[in-house]
């Protein structure tokens, strides 16, 4: 295993630090890295100017018909995703109700999220004015008024202990003509799983296209083709084409470069050899692994994780024999030049995501560890 690292970067230029992904598609890190197809199709996007509405318009039903639904729309991220989803539950295509938002007076503007689901992105759907409202499982039926608007539900807590199932919550939901918002975010793979959301009748789906390895400021929503259009006069296109006085999702802007990256990653991800792919990673993960044996008080096993990383190799530290804490390990990988970072999320354990490590710096990641355990 061969290692590599340029000293020297563009962050580092501008003062920032330079830092090797072994975590994952984490936001705060950039997200993701554009396949070689993928930058030529924003490069050959750049030649030309373009009518931004006929754009999203276009590439909304490349990826409906890619992703078998009826209809998407490309936005600047999953949480933009969901902001316009809930914005489309409440207003509708609605002028006056549109540029009102997110003064939600006199419109159903509740939003019913299952207790049990409590999630760290849950408030986006309250950007354009919505009440977020957290009921318990058996409670979740009653709740369900002529206020509400919509359903959010977290594809990846579906089946957590004390909740209702996504299939079961569309059920109910749909008894009473209300629309149901899935944040599928990175579930992109199995396919079929990918492809599933709308299938199951989930009227809006959100994705985080980095996890395509579109750009990290990069999102689909997809399903019910009334609800999708809806979405759009919402977003700055709706904006700056209606004619209308206001629309709050102005902000929401993306560039005709980011528009047509999600259609080539997705392109790329629905024609990968995921088998190949997976085993790539499999050996790629065993090779850091076998550097690292015979470190005292580590643990090393590959594992199955969630998300589209289906395995990652988590290094275990045993707290009276190892070199170092989780903690410390993970500040001591930090503090190199250049930065790794690993997923650390609390106990006595550190994972190495291969996601996004890129291969040619797989031999200074295991010689870093290697530094800090053997």
Avoid at 13 to 24: P, T
Avoid at 247 to 257: A, C, N
Wanted: hydrophobic share 40%; net charge negative.
């Amino acid at each position: 295993m061969t290692s590599t690292a340029n000293a020297s970067s563009v962050f580092e230029e501008l003062g920032a630090r330079s830092v090797i992904n072994a975590r994952g598609n984490n936001t705060v890190l950039g997200g993701s890295t554009p396949s070689a197809g993928v930058r030529q199709a924003m490069q050959e996007a750049e030649r030309y100017y373009v009518d931004m509405s006929q754009l999203l318009e276009r590439s909304g039903q490349a990826i409906a018909r890619l992703l078998e639904c009826e209809a998407a729309y490309v936005t600047p991220g999953a949480a933009a995703a969901l902001a316009l989803a809930s914005a489309a539950c409440m207003a509708g295509a609605d002028p006056d109700r549109i540029q009102r938002l997110p003064d939600t007076s006199g419109m159903p503007n509740t939003v019913v999220l299952q207790s049990g689901h409590h999630y760290h992105y849950q408030r986006a759907v309250t950007v354009p004015g919505a009440r977020l409202l957290e009921v318990e499982s058996d409670q979740f039926e009653a709740s369900l008024g002529p206020n509400v608007a919509a359903v959010l539900f977290p594809a990846h807590l579906d089946g957590a202990p004390g909740t209702l199932t996504l299939e079961r919550v569309i059920e109910i939901a749909h008894k009473y003509n209300i629309p149901v918002i899935v944040d599928a975010a990175g579930r992109i793979y199995p396919l079929d799983l990918f492809k599933s959301y709308t299938r199951m009748g989930a009227d809006l789906v959100a994705f985080g296209a980095k996890y395509l390895g579109a750009l990290n400021a990069s999102g689909i929503l997809c399903g019910r083709a009334d609800l999708v259009a809806a979405a759009s006069l919402d977003g700055f296109i709706g904006f700056e084409t209606t004619g209308w006085e206001k629309s709050w999702g102005r902000p929401l802007k993306v560039d005709r470069q980011t528009i047509v990256a999600v259609v080539a990653a997705l392109r790329e991800w629905l024609d990968t050899d995921h088998a190949a792919r997976l085993a790539g990673y499999e050996r790629r993960l065993k090779a850091i692994q076998t550097e690292l044996e015979g470190a005292k008080g580590v643990s090393l096993s590959i594992v199955s994780a969630n998300g589209p990383s289906p395995r990652v190799l988590r290094v275990k530290l045993d707290p009276k024999e190892a070199r170092q804490t989780p903690t410390s390990l993970v500040d001591g990988l930090w503090t190199g030049t250049p930065s790794i970072a690993v997923d650390y999320r609390g106990g006595d354990y550190v994972d190495v995501n291969p996601v996004t490590l890129q291969e040619r710096d797989d031999g200074l990641v295991a010689s870093r560890l290697g530094n800090l355990l053997l």
